[in-house]
């Protein structure tokens, strides 16, 4: 499968622990994006990567928070100290230069 | 800032029934605006992408429209089946500093196609 893939798919974690869920791209797509959404609402964007650079930040990605892509493959986003608000669909998305995008499956985190 | 709203938030249709869904953007600037489809609990399944430049685009049973003056694009599905049904996300991507990146989602329509 060449697509876009996404670890763990599925997160349960208690209010206060870190989570981190990788990203792995479509291999040659130097772009990189997170979104979150949350039920009944479409996407809303966290991030942005152009190879290994984070070019791009939402109002949403507050300081616990941090994404890497090193060496310009796969990314992680971590979220320290999670609490219940956090509980989501975190999806990642590539796309070469700016054309179309292609999503990953999707991580569905739920913060007890 | 740039919102994108989709009408109606759900919609059910009998099986073999043509429909369109409607997705309008505030701000005119846009490189290109993506059509998507979900299923429950799944990403996002890209079907049609139309360029700024584009009128519309076509996909088998699908075509999208845009009318970027109007900030209007429709997605028309033809003669509807019941694997059809799930959620349809409409997107804008903003045309900034000369390179697009994020993308702007509206809420989405649901649709039900009943058999």
């Known amino acids: 499968d060449t697509g876009v893939s996404q670890d763990p798919r599925h997160k349960i974690t208690k209010r206060g622990q870190n989570v981190t869920f990788r990203c792995d791209p479509i291999s040659e797509h130097n772009r990189l994006y997170w979104y979150r959404q949350t039920l009944g609402q479409g996407p809303e964007f966290l991030t942005y990567?152009?190879?290994?650079?984070?070019?791009?930040k939402s109002r949403l990605l507050s300081d616990r928070f941090s994404a890497e892509r090193p060496k310009g493959s796969f990314s992680t986003l971590e979220i320290q100290r999670t609490e219940q608000g956090d509980s989501a669909m975190y999806l990642c998305a590539s796309s070469l230069i700016p054309y179309e995008q292609y999503f990953g499956p999707g991580t569905r985190l739920t913060v007890t | 800032k740039q919102e994108v709203t989709q009408i109606p938030a759900a919609l059910s249709v009998p099986e073999g029934e043509n429909l369109v869904l409607n997705c309008s953007f505030t701000d005119s600037a846009i490189y290109n605006l993506q059509w998507f489809r979900q299923d429950p609990g799944k990403g996002l399944t890209s079907l049609l992408l139309i360029q700024s430049s584009q009128r519309e685009q076509t996909s088998g049973r699908l075509n999208a429209s845009l009318d970027k003056s109007s900030g209007r694009s429709t997605l028309y599905i033809a003669a509807s089946q019941p694997g059809d049904s799930a959620t349809y996300l409409c997107a804008v991507n903003k045309f900034s500093s000369g390179s697009a990146r994020q993308l702007t989602f509206g809420s989405g329509t649901q649709l039900t196609v009943l058999p």
């Open positions: 990567f152009q190879n290994e650079a984070q070019l791009e």
